[in-house]
C-alpha cells in the first residue's frame, strides 16, 4: 500500500487548518500571551472528552488565573469557583450528579497555593473527580511571581535572585503528595513543550477520565505549561526554558497507575536509565529499529 | 404559609428538629465541620439525609464545606451549610461570591450568643451583598423559618441565613415536622447538568459577570449594578412581630431567644400596671425599620430600649429605626457561659424585668452580677 491511501474517498473529510479547534470551543480566539501553553492544554482535554462521547454529562468546574479566560469560550456546563476552591465545589457537584464527568480547571497558584488542602482532601475522600492542573510555576495573571511549584532558581518577580531554598523554601510536588493518598486512583505529569509530550498527555487525560467513569477514584492530571511572559524569556524559548527548569525537577510520567505508584524521583532514575541506553546504543553505532 | 400536614408531637431536640426541617423542605446535600453549639445540627443530617438518598459531607474546614454546598446549589439541588459565628468568619469569602453568583445557599448559624449581628446582616465579605437573616425565637418557630429558608433562597437566588444560638439548638421541644405550602417557584433553568454541554449553549454559574462567548456579558461592573438592585427589593421580605406597643410609654426590641424572655418579662411588667411594649425582628436582614419607627412615634413613647446579648450590635439598627423620635438605650450586655458556648447570666427573666424597669422608670440600669472584675480599666498613658 502507498503512504497515501488513494483506492477510496477519505472517511473524513479534510478541515481546513484555521478551523482546527476542538468541537467544545466555542471560539478559537483566546486571551493568552504568544507561547503559553495552556490552549494546548485546553485543546488536548475537551478533544479527549469528545472522543470518550460524554460531553452531554460534563461539567467544569473552573479555579481562578489566566486560564479561567477559557470559562466562556469552553462549551461545556461550567461553575466559576474561588481561587483555590474548586476541589470543594467539584464534590458538590459530582455527589448531586454522580453520572456526570467532572473536572477541575486550575492553575499552580490556584491549586499547590491557595488551594492544596481542598485538593488533597478531595483527593483522600477519593472522590470521583478529576483535578486538572495546569503548571507552569509561577502566577501568570499577576505578572509572573514566585508560586509553589517554581523551581530552585527561578527568578520570578518576588525572587529576583532566583528561588533560593534557605529562604524562599523548596517547590512542591503536587503529583507525588497525591499519588500517596489511597483515594487517588490514577495521577499523572504531562506536559506541552513539544508534539510527543502533547500526545503523551493526551493519554494521561484519556485514562484520567475513563478511571473517573468507571468510579474508581480520584484522577489527578498534571500539565506543565509554557508561560513566556511571566518567566522573561523570549516567546520562541519557552519550551526549552521549560524543558531546562520546570521539566527538570516536575519529571513527566505516570505517577499512580493501576495501583502502582511511582515518585518523581524513581520517574527521574527511569528517564537517566533510558537516556545512558540509548546513549550506549548510539555508542554501538546507531538505534537499531 | 398554611401547614398541610401535621404528625403528632415528639419530644425533639432542637437540632434534629432544624434538621428534620431542612429535609422536609427538600434539603439534598449538607456540609459542615464540628463546632459547639452547631454540631448537633450536623450530626443529624449526617444520620438522617442519606436516608431519604441525600448526601452529608463532614468536611475538612469551613471553607471546603462551603464549597461543597456551592457546588451542590449549582447543580439546582437545595443545599446548605452551617457553623457557629465563628467557622461562618472562615466562609465569608464563599459568602459574598456565591451571592453573586446568585446562589440560594442556606445557612445554620448556631451562634454563640448574639455577638455575631453584624456579621449576619452586615456580612465579612467584599462587595455589595446582603443575606435575609430569619431569627427564631424558638424550636417551633425554627422549624417554619428553615422551611421559609429554602423557599425564600430560591425565590430570590440569594442566601438566606437562619440566626439561631445555643437554646435553639439544645433546647427540647415538644413539636412536630409540619411541612409548610409554598407558591411553586420558577424552574432552575440556570443550574448546570452537563446536558447542554457541546450544544452551543452550555450554561455558566459564576460570579464574575461573563458569559459563553456570542452572548451577552454583564462584566464586574454590570454584576455589581445588578445585585444591588435586587437588594431593595429583598426588602419586602421583612417579618417582624409587636406586641403593647399602642399606649407604650418604653418600647424594647429584642430578636431570637432572648426575645422570648423580653416578651413574657414585659408580660409580668404589664400585670404590674407597667405600661411597656415590645418589637422583635423576625427579619434581621430586612430590618422593621418602618415598624421600630411606628412603635416609637407612638403616642406616649417616651423611650425606646434595645436588649441583646452582645456589647450593643442591635442597638445601631434600633437607632436608625427610632430616628430621633426617642432617646435609645442599651440595655443588653455579652453573655455566654464561662465556655463561650452556651448561656450566660443575663439570660434571665428576673435580670431582665429589673433592667426593663430600671429604664422605663428613668433609674440608672442595675449592674450585672459578677460583670465589674472583667471591666477593662483605662491604664497611665491612656489618660
Known sequence: MSIIDTSSAPTVPARKVEALKPDLLLTQEHHMCPGCGEPLAVRQFLETIEELGVATRTIAVAGIGCYTSFSGSMDVDLVQALHGRAPSVATGVKRMLPDSLVFTLQGDGDMVNEGLQEVLHTAARGEKVTCILLNNGVFGETGGHMTATSVIGQRTKNSLDGRDAEYHGYPILIGDLIAQLQGASYVARGSVHNAGSVARTRKMFKRAFESQLRGEGFTFVEVLTMCPTGWFVPTADGPTYMQETLGEVHIMGELKAEGRVRTTEELHAENVAKQRELDEQIARGGIEK | ?383
Open chain 2, 1 to 383: 404559609m398554611s401547614a398541610t400536614t401535621t404528625s403528632d408531637r415528639v419530644l425533639m431536640e432542637g437540632s434534629e428538629a432544624l434538621a428534620r426541617a431542612a429535609i422536609a423542605a427538600g434539603c439534598r446535600f449538607f456540609a459542615g465541620y464540628p463546632m459547639t453549639p452547631f454540631t448537633e445540627v450536623l450530626e443529624h443530617l449526617a444520620r438522617l439525609l442519606p436516608e431519604v438518598g441525600g448526601v452529608c459531607i463532614n468536611a475538612e474546614s469551613e471553607l471546603e464545606a462551603v464549597g461543597m454546598a456551592w457546588g451542590a446549589l449549582a447543580t439546582g439541588a437545595r443545599a446548605a451549610t452551617g457553623s457557629t459565628g465563628q467557622g461562618l468568619s472562615l466562609m465569608q469569602e464563599s459568602f459574598s461570591e456565591l451571592t453573586l453568583a446568585e446562589l440560594p445557599l442556606v445557612i445554620f448559624n448556631m451562634a454563640r450568643g448574639q455577638q455575631d449581628y453584624f456579621q449576619a446582616t452586615r456580612g465579612g465579605g467584599h462587595g455589595d451583598y446582603r443575606h435575609i437573616v430569619l431569627a427564631p425565637q424558638d424550636v417551633r418557630e425554627g422549624v417554619e423559618h428553615v422551611q421559609l429558608a429554602f423557599h425564600l433562597a430560591d425565590k430570590w437566588r440569594n442566601p438566606v441565613l437562619i440566626y439561631g444560638d445555643y437554646l435553639l439548638a439544645h433546647t427540647q421541644e415538644a413539636i412536630s415536622i409540619e411541612t409548610v405550602a409554598f407558591p411553586e417557584l420558577p424552574k432552575k433553568d440556570w443550574a448546570v447538568d452537563g446536558s447542554l454541554s457541546g450544544s452551543g449553549r452550555s450554561r455558566g454559574v459564576t460570579s464574575l459577570g461573563v458569559s459563553k462567548v456570542g452572548e451577552p456579558a454583564m462584566g464586574q461592573e454590570g454584576k455589581a449594578q445588578y445585585i444591588a438592585t435586587k437588594i431593595p427589593l429583598m426588602e419586602r421580605e421583612v417579618r417582624v412581630e409587636q406586641g403593647y406597643c399602642d399606649d407604650a410609654e418604653t418600647v424594647v426590641v429584642a430578636f431570637g431567644s432572648p426575645a422570648k424572655f423580653v416578651k413574657y418579662a414585659i408580660a409580668q411588667l404589664r400585670e404590674a400596671g407597667h405600661r411597656i411594649g415590645y418589637v422583635r425582628p423576625i427579619t434581621l436582614w430586612p430590618f422593621p425599620y418602618a415598624a421600630v419607627a411606628a412603635a416609637a412615634g407612638g403616642p406616649n413613647v417616651r423611650r425606646v430600649g434595645s436588649f441583646e446579648l452582645s456589647a450593643g450590635q442591635l442597638v445601631e439598627d434600633v437607632r436608625i429605626g427610632v430616628g430621633g423620635q426617642a432617646p435609645v438605650t442599651f440595655i443588653g450586655g455579652v453573655s455566654t457561659d464561662h465556655s463561650g458556648f452556651g448561656v450566660g447570666r443575663i439570660l434571665d427573666v428576673e435580670l431582665i424585668a429589673d433592667r426593663i424597669l430600671a429604664l422605663h422608670e428613668d433609674r440608672e440600669l442595675p449592674l450585672i452580677p459578677g460583670y465589674e472584675q472583667y471591666s477593662y480599666q483605662i491604664q497611665e498613658h491612656q489618660k
